[in-house]
T-cell receptor
Framework: DTEVTQTPKHLVMGMTNKKSLKCEQHMGHRAMYWYKQKAKKPPELMFV???????INESVPSRFSPECPNSSLLNLHLHALQPEDSALYLC???????????FGSGTRLTVV | KNEVEQSPQNLTAQEGEFITINCSYS?????LHWLQQHPGGGIVSLFM???GKKKHGRLIATINIQEKHSSLHITASHPRDSAVYICAVPYSGGGADGLTFGKGTHLIIQP
């Protein structure tokens, strides 16, 4: 298995909702990432998990809460989002300290 | 944090033309990545290179570490090459810290 799988592919949520994005890989990668991409902009790093521990949090608002339950799974819990949080959320993984990155196809999130 | 500059931002060419996309960065790196993103959103890794040149099919990537510059070339371009091409470098220092992306080059190849 050489893929990063993200679910759901599309999500529409209200500002009072709680939802979660899921990312899964079975390549044995020990580093996993969340990126946020607004339209016509490059992806921006949000969180990095290394060996299931949060190693980088790029000053992301607390309404975004990451979780890494095991080495294959990465979640992003969403609560009380704003319309400006609407974006494509990309998950990626890599071998710790070396190698290339594998990206998921993303979750397109719309906050209404 | 490394700064990444890409040029051109937009490029329209005719099928069969030779394409060059340039990337420069501000801080020394362990490796540079070239990525491709189609309108659907998914990102595909094309190359990771730390020196010299790599070739895969019609795609060629080169890097000059001393000059902090890399280029991506497409030979015999085809409409299916139309996509956004992104240069990326390690976010901080290397290792598995994630990537900092350039703004991307939006390439359109017309039949």
């Amino acid at each position: 298995d050489t893929e990063v799988t993200q679910t759901p592919k599309h999500l529409v949520m209200g500002m009072t909702n709680k939802k979660s994005l899921k990312c899964e890989q079975h390549m044995g990668h020990r580093a996993m990432y969340w990126y946020k991409q607004k339209a016509k902009k490059p992806p921006e790093l949000m969180f990095v998990y290394s060996y299931e521990k949060l190693s980088i949090n790029e000053s992301v608002p607390s309404r975004f809460s990451p979780e890494c339950p095991n080495s294959s799974l990465l979640n992003l819990h969403l609560h009380a989002l704003q319309p400006e949080d609407s974006a494509l959320y990309l998950c990626a993984s890599s071998h710790q300290g070396a190698g290339g990155y594998t990206f998921g196809s993303g979750t397109r999130l719309t906050v209404v | 944090k490394n700064e990444v500059e890409q040029s051109p931002q937009n490029l329209t060419a005719q099928e069969g033309e030779f394409i060059t996309i340039n990337c420069s960065y501000s801080v020394g790196i362990s490796a540079l990545h070239w990525l491709q993103q189609h309108p659907g959103g998914g990102i595909v890794s094309l190359f990771m290179l730390s020196s010299g040149k790599k070739k895969h099919g019609r795609l060629i990537a080169t890097i000059n570490i001393q000059e902090k510059h890399s280029s991506l070339h497409i030979t015999a371009s085809h409409p299916r090459d139309s996509a956004v091409y992104i240069c990326a470098v390690p976010y901080s220092g290397g290792g598995a810290d994630g990537l900092t992306f350039g703004k991307g080059t939006h390439l359109i190849i017309q039949p």
